[in-house]
Every structure is written in structure tokens, then in C-alpha cells.
């Protein structure tokens, strides 16, 4: 299969997990748990949209824990900033229909914790996302020093996906059991 082919065959196999808020559920818990997590004052999430790994109700628990959020707000093809949100009321309908900073003010802090979106991954941590090249980007700029977290369905695990020079590797993925 090429690029192309596994994307549509994650995206179609992730539009179709059964009970996926209870799946979803565990995950999050498992996430938390990490000491990195807990260790971890600025934080790097995307907001999710269709059938990813819903990060709501995380974005919540952050802020409320009193951690700081930063999440995605594309600018161009390809690049994406950092900006600062204080509550969900923060975000609105931008590109791609995903919710982004209605009010995008870039900052410039590095993240002790990112987490990554994807659509499959390998056991050496690589990942292909939905081919912008955003994240590969974005961790070269700033995301080099985060401890960078996926989460994985586990269909969406592989053995290989013979990576490229420009791809990135994340530094610890949480499979669904
Ligand atoms: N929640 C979330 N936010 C994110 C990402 C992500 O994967 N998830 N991104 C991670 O990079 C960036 C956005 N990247 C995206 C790239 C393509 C498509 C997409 O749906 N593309 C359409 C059509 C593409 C086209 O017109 O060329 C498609 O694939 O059908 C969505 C997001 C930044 N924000
Ligand atoms: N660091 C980089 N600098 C310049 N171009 C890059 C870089 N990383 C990726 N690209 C370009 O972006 C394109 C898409 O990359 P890739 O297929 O790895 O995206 P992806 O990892 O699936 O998407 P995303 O990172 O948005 O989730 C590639 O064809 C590549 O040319």
C-alpha cells in the first residue's frame, strides 16, 4: 500500500470503532498517567475533529489543572503556530472545518509535552498524518526538546512504514489494548 492507500484505510477502519467514547475513555487515562504528563506545565494538543482521538475533554482537564494549552492554527500550507487558548470558548470553526484560536496570536514557548495526531504508526514511533507535512515542520521548529505522545488505535499499528529523510518520530505511542 502506498501513502495514499493507508490513509483512506485508517481513516475508514477509525470511522467505524464501535463504543468509541469508552475506547477513547481508557486512552485518556493512560495518557494522564504518564509521569511525563503529570511532570509537564506547557502543553502542545491538537483539537481533535472526525473520528480522532477525541482531546476535549483533556484540553478541559489541562486547564483546569492550571496547565498551560497551545494548540494548532495553520497559516499556510504546510505551517502551522502555537497559540495559547484559556478555554474551548477560545476556539472556532478554521481550516478544514477543525476548531482553531479564534483570536491566533503566535507564541514562541517550547512544550514540554506535544501530542501528535496521526493516522498509522510503526513500532519505531514513525507516523503518516494526513499529509500536510505540518507536524514534521513544526516539530523541526519547535518541537525538538518536547516529549512527544501518540495515540494509537490498534489497527493502526505496522511494523515498518520505511519513513522518509523529512519524517519525525514521536517518543512514546499509547496503543489501545
Ligand atoms: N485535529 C487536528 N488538527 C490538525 C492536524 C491534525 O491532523 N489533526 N494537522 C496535522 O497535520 C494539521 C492540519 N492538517 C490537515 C491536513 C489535511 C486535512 C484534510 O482533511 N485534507 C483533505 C483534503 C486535502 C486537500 O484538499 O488537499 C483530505 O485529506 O481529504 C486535514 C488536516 C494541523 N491541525
Ligand atoms: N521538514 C520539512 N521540510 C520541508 N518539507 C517537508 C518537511 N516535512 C515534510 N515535508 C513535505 O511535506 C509533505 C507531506 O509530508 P508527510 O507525507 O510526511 O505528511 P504527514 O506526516 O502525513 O502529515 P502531517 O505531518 O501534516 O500530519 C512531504 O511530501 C514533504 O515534501
Avoid: W
Amino acid at each position: 500500500m502506498n501513502k495514499k492507500e493507508i490513509r483512506k484505510q485508517m481513516l475508514k477502519q477509525r470511522d467505524s470503532i464501535s463504543d468509541k467514547q469508552k475506547v477513547d475513555d481508557e486512552l485518556l487515562k493512560e495518557l494522564e498517567n504518564l509521569k511525563e504528563f503529570k511532570n509537564s506545565k506547557n502543553f502542545f494538543v491538537y483539537v481533535s475533529f472526525g473520528s480522532e482521538f477525541n482531546t476535549h475533554k483533556l484540553i478541559k482537564d489541562l486547564l483546569e489543572q492550571g496547565k498551560k494549552v497551545y494548540v494548532p492554527y495553520i497559516k499556510s500550507k504546510g505551517h502551522m503556530i502555537a497559540v495559547e487558548i484559556k478555554s474551548m470558548d477560545d476556539l472556532a470553526p478554521g481550516a478544514y472545518g477543525i476548531l482553531e484560536p479564534k483570536n491566533p496570536v503566535e507564541s514562541d514557548v517550547k512544550f514540554d509535552f506535544m501530542l501528535v495526531p496521526g493516522l498509522c504508526f510503526d513500532k519505531n514511533k514513525y507516523r503518516i498524518g494526513y499529509g500536510g507535512g505540518f507536524y514534521d515542520r513544526f516539530i523541526d521548529k519547535i518541537g525538538e526538546d518536547s516529549y512527544k505522545v501518540s495515540i494509537v488505535y490498534d489497527f493502526q499499528l505496522v511494523d515498518d512504514l520505511n519513513p522518509e529523510e523529512f519524517d519525525r518520530p514521536v517518543d512514546k505511542l499509547i496503543i489501545q489494548k
